[in-house]
């Protein structure tokens, strides 16, 4: 043990990610996004005592090989399966905002919808895609949808949800503005903190199995999820990780410290 070396997979490189949030949001472009991305930090955190809520921007009517395949029950069937998965992570609901898959668009109609979602369920962090991620290094090209659904959520968080003369009919309805705190960015190049997960790992892959429609190889899904996670995990000293780039918008006292869950403040301050 005397001679680990930094860099040695057993030697821990950084501190675990402490910080959780009262509420948080995930912003997902496709049902399974947030399956495969953020499910485990999601779980932990809801055990915990944050309360987590899921946007999918498209219900994944394309995500099939048959072209004669019907779009409608398609996405009915992958509703279906993101709700079970939802239930295994234990969000307290999910909202399906029906924009076309494969078309996704960062337009004013899809910001309009997720500032009404934030401004609505008030997250103090939102996951999102990273959205400048358009290579995922040499080995893999992200889909636009998903790089449009980080773009637009990063877009919503700020400064829209926050500004109240931005979509002004929402705020005039009682959709008062809120202020994010935080982005954690997932699927990112350049990842800045890494969630111990080692308690949550098995809901993710529980929750992966929900979407049956897309998982071609579930015999071989837990050993790649479980690896990838062990690789974030090395790095902090935990059997398994999630990585995340993390964007600090507003800095509070707190910063370093993990909050009792709480109730969000009402706030609606213009910038
Ligand atoms: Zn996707």
New binding site residues.
Partial sequence: MSDAQPGDPATPTEAPHAWRPARFMVI???P??ADFGPAATAARWIDEGSQGWLVCCTSGDAGADDPNTDPLELAALREREQRDAAAVIGYAGLTFLHQPDGALANDLVLREHLVREIRTFRPDAVFATDPEVLFHGDGGVN?T??RAAGMAAVDAVYPAARNAMAFPWLARDGLEPHRVRRLYLFWSNAPTARVDVSATIGRKIGALRAHASQIRHPETLEQHIRAWAAEEGAAIGAAAGEAYRVIVIDEDSDETTVEPPKEPSPEGELE
């Fill in positions: 997902a472009a496709h399974d996004d889909h949808d998903h």
